[in-house]
């Protein structure tokens, strides 16, 4: 028996429909897709639905429900439209785990700790001053630390960002290339901007950039400032050298948070011996105040190839080690017998 049909008109009130769908409708066609059933039509405050009686009927509940999340919790993202639309919003509690919620990103999109050690960054970050974060590629290790950044920042717990990186060469040389200094060096401090611009609105953020809120600078620029009431992240750590780290950690003024992220596999330095990343580690790790978390291949969040390339390589460095030559890992001291 063929179930009846209707047009059904449902009138979203109370919210900006521009907010409810999405930039370039991205949320609207999320909930087409989830809702293959029925046609939807979207019509400034009101939505049209045609389709079976049953589907149409489901199609309304799930839509009030989401309407209701937003009016409630001021906020829409990919994964709120997918529980709207799959298991269902519970009446309860927020949907999306709040403890893993850092900052709430442009178009509501919520950035949040996805793996075990990024959210250990994030708990590590609630007791420590200085944190170093060090792992593979695509680990989310720099943009877990931007998160918290600018969650510091949103809530006035520092009054500006800092994001800096040592302009060190990757196969190509700094005076080879284009333009003045500061267009010479934009290309590797982009991968922050990227972060930066899921965050912050574009016009908020070239103002912050403007009138000094935020600040993305090469690790030269750093020598003789006192970084005071700053959020600061010095990234790339690993082609620093020792005079350069210390120089870094030394600028650390009042109610400053630190962050240092980097790569050991990765070092761009002529020698890589020259690296003092390591031995920023190993000489800190007892220090009450700094805390250290070691990302590795489980916690790859970039396309799914990355960590296979991760692991490749990572096996053909290991064939091609010295079998002498010691493997060394650091652990801070308050994490020793808590591996998950």
Do not use: C, W
């Amino acid at each position: 028996m063929t179930q009846e049909s209707i047009n059904k008109e449902i009138i979203i009130e109370g919210v900006d429909t521009r907010e409810l769908y999405g930039a370039q409708d991205v949320y609207l066609e999320q909930m087409r897709a989830l809702s293959p059933t029925v046609k939807i039509v979207a019509r400034g405050s009101s939505l049209k639905v045609l389709g079976a009686k049953r589907e149409v009927t489901a199609f309304e509940r799930k839509m009030n429900a989401l309407v209701e999340y937003y009016v409630k919790y001021g906020h829409i993202s990919k994964e709120v439209v997918a529980q709207a639309f799959s298991t269902g919003l519970s009446d309860a509690a927020e949907p999306v785990a709040e403890r893993d919620t850092i900052v709430y990103g442009n178009n509501g999109n919520i950035i949040r700790a996805r793996t075990v050690n990024q959210r250990r960054l994030v708990e590590l970050y609630e007791h420590n001053d200085l944190l170093f974060a060090v792992g593979p590629a695509g680990s989310g290790k720099t943009y877990t630390a931007i998160a918290l950044a600018v969650k510091a920042l949103k809530e006035r717990e520092v009054r500006r960002v800092i994001l800096t990186r040592p302009a060190v060469e990757a196969g190509e040389k700094l005076g080879f290339l284009p333009g003045d200094m500061k267009e010479k060096l934009d290309p590797y401090l982009q991968p922050l901007y990227d972060a930066l611009n899921d965050m912050i609105p574009a016009a908020k953020l070239q103002k912050y950039l403007e009138d000094g809120t935020v600040q993305i600078a090469p690790l030269a620029y750093m020598r003789g400032r006192t970084l005071d009431n700053a959020f600061v992240i010095l990234d790339e750590a690993q082609n620093t050298t020792r005079s350069q780290i210390k120089m870094f950690l030394t600028r650390m003024g009042r109610n400053a948070k630190f962050i240092v992220t980097g790569d050991v596999t990765q070092i761009d330095l002529p020698r890589k011996s020259d690296s003092g990343l390591m031995g920023a580690m190993a000489t800190l790790r007892d220090i009450e105040g700094i805390g250290m978390v070691e990302f590795d291949k489980r916690d790859i969040v970039r396309h799914h190839l990355v960590k296979y390339i991760v692991e490749a390589f990572d096996k053909a460095a290991e064939q091609a080690m010295p079998h002498d030559a010691p493997m060394v890992r650091l652990r801070h001291k308050r994490d020793e017998g808590n591996d998950e």
